[in-house]
Every structure is written in structure tokens, then in C-alpha cells.
């Protein structure tokens, strides 16, 4: 008997688009058996990095797109409207870098507040309820969106040499620092701390000063 499986970031997308990207191809397969029990396994690998790569930021794009339109209606603070709307002309890029690749990535978004993968669901109904109790709260959670998604972009920027790929993920790079940058100093000014997702000071610490650097 032979099973064919979609690689694991392929379960992630929505059924028939992942079908589709699979039986495109999309970067060629590796063929992977095992005679246990008589069975014969077949796993399609080597997905192009740049689509994937880009599907997955642009997700996590709306995640925080989705997350900061709401606190702007619950908190009334144009932080969280900018940050949004920052966030949508990034979802755009991505959009148009996914097109230009010829890419079968889906060009219909999704209503607010809903993903295909439910840990993103999941994660955005968590932080809705976090950053929906206070401003500082909401705060807390974009300085956290804007320090894992400025961390995301540089792992993937450092996978390609394509560069119209990497002068994209430097442009959502500086801007994810800009509205870390941003968040930060209104937690300061309001005598709130904000803890690094990533526990190292330093890192969030690094990205303020070349934000600073940015605005030089």
C-alpha cells in the first residue's frame, strides 16, 4: 500500500490550497520509504522557502493587523490605528510578492479574526482578551507582536538571496521596530515594563537603538 502525506507546513494552509501547492509541485519531492508492516511512505519535501515563507508572515500580518484594529476601537489610541494600517500596506506587499512568484497562494483574506491554522485563531482570540482588559495590556501585547514578527522577517530574509525578498522583510523589519519602538515608550510614560517575548533584554534593547538609528 502507498500514502502519500502533505508535508507539515502544508497542513497548516487551508485543504484546497494545499492540495493544489502540492500537486503543483512547487520545488520538487524527496522520496522517503519505510518497509515497516509492508508500508511505503511517500513525503513531498523541498517546498519553495520564499512562498512559504511568505504565506506564513503574511498571517502572522493579519494576526496583528486584526489584533490592533480592535484595540483602536476598544482603546481609542492612534498607536494601535497606525500600527494597523502599517500593517495592511504590509499584507499588500506580501500579496503582491506572492503574485510575482506565480505562487498559488490564495488571494482572498480571510474576515477579521479568523485563520486557517487554528493555532493562530487560537493565539488571536487569547491576546484579544489580554489586550482588551487596559491600554497597557494592549500595549504589552503589540510590543510582543512587533518583537516576534521583526524576528520571524530576519529568519526568513537570511533563507533567500532573492532581493526583492530581502528589501521587503528589511522594510517590515524597520517597521516592526518603529511601532515596538512606539509601544515601549508608552509603557514607560505610563510607569508600566514590558518583558521581552524572547526573555533577553538585550534584544529588545538592540532593535531601540537601531530603530533609533533608523530615525538618524
Keep these: ?20 501547492l502540492f500537486a503543483a509541485g512547487c520545488g520538487g519531492t524527496q522520496v522517503v520509504s519505510s518497509e515497516g508492516n509492508g508500508t511505503k511512505v511517500t513525503a513531498a519535501v523541498g517546498i519553495e522557502n520564499v512562498v512559504f515563507g511568505a504565506i ?69 482570540k487569547r491576546l484579544l482578551a489580554i489586550g482588551s482588559e487596559s491600554e497597557a495590556a494592549a500595549f504589552r501585547v503589540g510590543a510582543l507582536l512587533e518583537e516576534r514578527d521583526a524576528a520571524m522577517v530576519r529568519g526568513y530574509g537570511r533563507e533567500t538571496a ?29 510607569g508600566e515594563h514590558y518583558n521581552p517575548a524572547t526573555g533577553r533584554v538585550t534584544d529588545v534593547q538592540a532593535m531601540l537603538e537601531a530603530q533609533a538609528e533608523d530615525k538618524d
Design 162 to 190: 532573492a532581493s526583492d525578498v530581502t528589501a521587503l522583510y528589511s522594510r517590515l523589519e524597520r517597521t516592526n521596530r518603529a511601532h515596538l519602538s512606539t509601544f515601549v515608550t508608552h509603557l514607560r510614560t505610563m
Design 1 to 20: 500500500m502507498s500514502v502519500t502525506r502533505l508535508p507539515k507546513r502544508l497542513s497548516r494552509l487551508s485543504p484546497l490550497f494545499a492540495v493544489a
Design 56 to 124: 506564513e508572515v503574511r498571517e502572522h500580518q493579519r494576526l496583528a493587523h486584526d489584533l490592533y484594529d480592535q484595540f483602536a476601537r476598544i482603546h481609542v489610541e492612534q498607536a494601535f490605528r497606525l500600527a494597523r494600517d502599517a500593517r495592511r500596506q504590509n499584507i499588500d506587499s506580501l500579496g503582491r510578492l506572492l503574485r510575482n512568484r506565480d505562487s498559488f497562494a490564495p488571494a482572498a483574506i480571510l474576515p477579521r479574526g479568523e485563520f486557517d491554522d487554528p493555532g493562530l485563531a487560537a493565539e488571536y
